[in-house]
């Protein structure tokens, strides 16, 4: 395969930003169609595999962080618990992580588990989260928060 004449590091960038915002545009939306469902994880899907050739560890983090939501929006948990693993295994490694993003993996571990019916696990996901937004300031984040992770 030849190699276009573009920037492709570039280019994959901009498909990982433009994947990623359409994706959470479809989550945070208040309904979606089925179809609809489906795009928000062909998209959430499309970011990460973009974020894999030209981004940082933090934004495989939060690209696996909006698999894992996107899942359990579309109440597949057993998929959002493999992407809030890989979640979990980058926030180790990382620095810079924020406690949004800690918050958003602890809420969507809590989420996945309660939806797949694994209530000890929730139980112990649901603690972590609000301790994890004890440690957010801004308002709006917390309310963003809860009302994607509505487990608290």
């Avoid at 959430?44 to 560890?57: I, S």
Wanted: aromatic share 6%; glycine share 4%.
């Amino acid at each position: 395969m030849t190699t276009p004449q573009i920037d492709v590091e570039a280019a994959h960038r901009w498909f990982a930003i433009e994947c990623n915002n359409g994706s959470w545009d479809l989550v945070e939306a208040e309904t979606r169609t089925e179809t609809q469902t489906e795009e928000m994880l062909h998209l959430a899907h499309a970011a990460r595999f973009h974020w894999q050739h030209a981004g940082t560890e933090l934004n495989l983090l939060k690209a696996d962080l909006l698999l894992a939501t996107a899942y359990c929006i579309a109440k597949r948990p057993e998929n959002g618990l493999v992407y809030a693993s890989h979640a979990r295994a980058h926030l180790k490694t990382i620095k810079d992580a924020n406690p949004f993003d800690h918050a958003c993996l602890a809420g969507a571990s809590a989420l996945a588990h309660q939806l797949a019916g694994q209530e000890q696990q929730a139980a112990q996901a649901r603690n972590e989260f609000k301790q994890q937004l004890e440690e957010i300031n801004d308002p709006s984040e917390k309310e963003l928060l809860l009302q994607l992770y509505p487990v608290a």
